[in-house]
């Protein structure tokens, strides 16, 4: 008996000692956020006060940001940014996965493997001449332009293609034989049936854009239509580095993704499962 | 129904697609030139790029972030799934915690550790190989050194990335039948010869997914580079994607970056297709 409690001790102390290593770094980042002496900072990193909050604490670093760096306006950016990608990206993913999936329509084979063979190119190739198109069409410097050319993700309908696949279509049908029309079909039926897969593969689509910031960087100019991220790059490469400051926008910029993920774990697991078994 | 998915497809992914093609031989620049217009220079860009040793600095970069980091994080995280697979109290937690780096923005993990990184021997590294080896080992100058910079970010970058493949190893690890351990347990295996004979076998499929999947992703690596570096110093972080970056949004060139983009996508379809075949022996 003795010998299990001593191996499950040390096995807890090993699991405890690795989840500090992925604690402490972030700890830095809430921990420092408040220190207002930038030359503290400086001075703690040379101990362990890093991770302590020691010294001059205040919150005067989150004043100058939601004052002076005007971070709230690139949160709404970021925000409105993540909920277009969301619903929008929502509605056109699955209603081309769902008609890939159940219509019969000319040209159906042609698309699905053109949809697979999409999914292997890579956002950073195309970016460019997507630059270039952007440009002309005039969408420089909107919110529109920072979600619309991502809306359709080739991986995004096929994974919304095979879940639809495996949702078993007796309803559907008998729903046809009652007269429904499809988009009735797909809006009461299918789409309560597969929260899980939508959850899952929205999670996937939409987090990128909170992160982003090449694109962002380039297709935006000046503060109107900035996104957090472009504004935490921004302050951060503003020299000096004021650390506090700094420190306090980002723990802004990740509170809200932690959050929800804290909320959503289970489909943030299920979603990562579900992009890797897509081979 | 299926109209906007494919009008949206169409337009910003295959025609932009296509011309990253075309572009490429030409000498596109983002505002065109009002007299001169853009011109057809046929394989010009790619005469320059491959005798530009920024290109080659860049894909040499790239290859070095990939052969360090891919297998870092695809084994380290073995191990940690192995951990907290077991049915103890608490384990919910230390997923969490040892998944939540990959949540956490990029950016804002190069802000963070870009202060650990500090090049002097105020750093927070430094001051810990200060202390661990008496002033033996000097100040490390980590980003700011051409031999230790991208050391430095493939360092962040695994502490960031391992808890993706840690997950997946999980739900391989979940689907290993337990009648298989218990054979092996009255067999008198021990946990070692477990792992070896009975655990990575049954994980091969998902082992050789993870380190193909990873290696597409680590091509693209940019944020760290462009928060951190800049890619320098002299050149050592650049990556490819920086350069795509740096050649069509900088300096507005958009004939040549997309000679970059055209040679960074045959080297991701080329390993995309390696994976793809190993996906399919594995099937039949």
Redesign the interface.
């Known amino acids: 008996m003795k010998r299990r409690t001593v191996k499950t001790a040390a096995l807890y102390l090993l699991m405890i000692v690795i989840a500090l290593i992925f604690i402490l770094p972030i700890c830095i980042l809430f921990v420092n956020s408040f220190k207002l002496s930038n030359s503290q900072i400086l001075r703690d990193m040379n101990s362990f006060r890093i991770f302590l909050p020691v010294g001059e604490l205040g919150l005067n670093n989150y004043v100058y940001i939601f004052e002076r760096v005007d971070i709230m306006h690139y949160f709404k950016n970021s925000v409105i940014i993540f909920l277009a990608s969301l619903v929008l990206g929502a509605i056109v993913n699955s209603t081309l996965g769902y008609a890939l999936s159940r219509l019969e329509f000319k040209g159906r084979k042609f698309i699905i493997s053109l949809v697979i063979s999409l999914m292997i190119i890579p956002t950073e190739a195309i970016m460019i001449p997507l630059l270039l198109m952007c440009h002309n069409m005039g969408l420089i410097n909107t919110l529109t332009v920072q979600f619309l050319p991502f809306l359709a993700g080739p991986f995004a309908i096929f994974l919304f293609y095979q879940g639809f696949l495996s949702l078993p279509s007796a309803i559907e049908e008998a729903a046809v034989i009652d007269g429904c029309s499809y988009i009735r079909i797909y809006t009461s039926i299918v789409v309560p049936l597969s929260k899980p897969t939508f959850v899952s593969v929205l999670i996937l689509c939409s987090l990128g854009s909170w992160g982003d910031v090449l694109w962002a960087t380039m297709v935006t100019r000046g503060k109107a239509v900035r996104p957090i991220s472009v504004g935490m790059a921004q302050i951060f490469q503003t020299l000096p580095v004021q650390w506090g400051q700094v420190f306090a926008f980002a723990v802004v910029m990740t509170i809200p993704i932690l959050l929800f993920f804290m909320i959503f774990q289970k489909h943030f697991i299920a979603s990562t499962i579900a992009s890797g078994v897509k081979g | ?2 109209a ?3 009008i ?2 169409t337009v ?6 296509i ?2 093609f ?2 490429s031989f030409t000498n ?1 620049m ?1 505002i065109e030139n009002p007299i001169v217009g853009t011109q057809f220079v046929g394989f010009g860009n790619y005469k320059s790029l491959f005798n530009d040793s920024a290109f080659y600095k860049s894909f040499l970069n790239n290859l070095t972030f990939t052969v360090f980091e891919v297998p870092l994080v695809c084994t380290l995280s073995l191990p ?1 799934a192995i ?2 697979n ?1 049915k ?1 109290r608490g384990v919910g937690f ?1 997923r ?6 990959v ?7 190069s ?6 990184f ?1 090049p002097d ?4 590294f430094n ?1 810990i190989l200060n202390s661990l080896t008496n002033g033996a080992v000097g100040p490390i100058r980590w980003l700011r050194d051409p031999n230790t910079a991208m050391m430095s970010i493939i360092i962040m970058s695994t ?1 960031a990335g391992v ?2 493949q840690m ?2 190893y999980l ?1 391989g690890l979940q689907s290993i039948p337990g009648e298989i351990y218990e054979s092996a347990r009255i067999d008198g295996a021990n946990a070692i010869k477990t792992f070896f004979y009975i655990t990575i076998p049954q994980l091969k499929n ?1 082992i050789i ?2 380190f193909l ?1 990873t290696t ?1 992703m680590s091509f ?1 690596m ?2 760290q580079v ?2 951190l570096t800049g890619g320098g110093p002299m050149g050592s972080t650049s990556t490819v ?1 920086y350069m ?2 740096s050649a ?2 900088t300096d507005q060139r ?1 004939g040549y ?2 000679s970059i ?2 040679v ?2 045959v080297v ?2 080329l390993i ?1 297709l390696v ?2 075949k190993f ?1 399919n022996m594995e099937k039949s």
């Open positions: 129904m299926a906007p998915g494919v949206l497809l910003f992914v295959i025609v932009p697609f011309f990253t075309i572009y596109r983002l940690l951990l907290v077991q103890i230390f969490l915690v040892y998944y939540s780096p949540v956490i923005p990029m950016l804002v993990t802000v963070m550790w870009s202060l650990m500090i021997e105020t750093g927070f001051s502490w808890g993706y997950i997946i739900g998902t997914f993870l999947s597409v693209k940019f944020t462009f928060a994607v795509i970056y069509g949004y958009i970056a997309s983009a055209v960074f996508f991701v379809l995309s994976q793809q996906t």
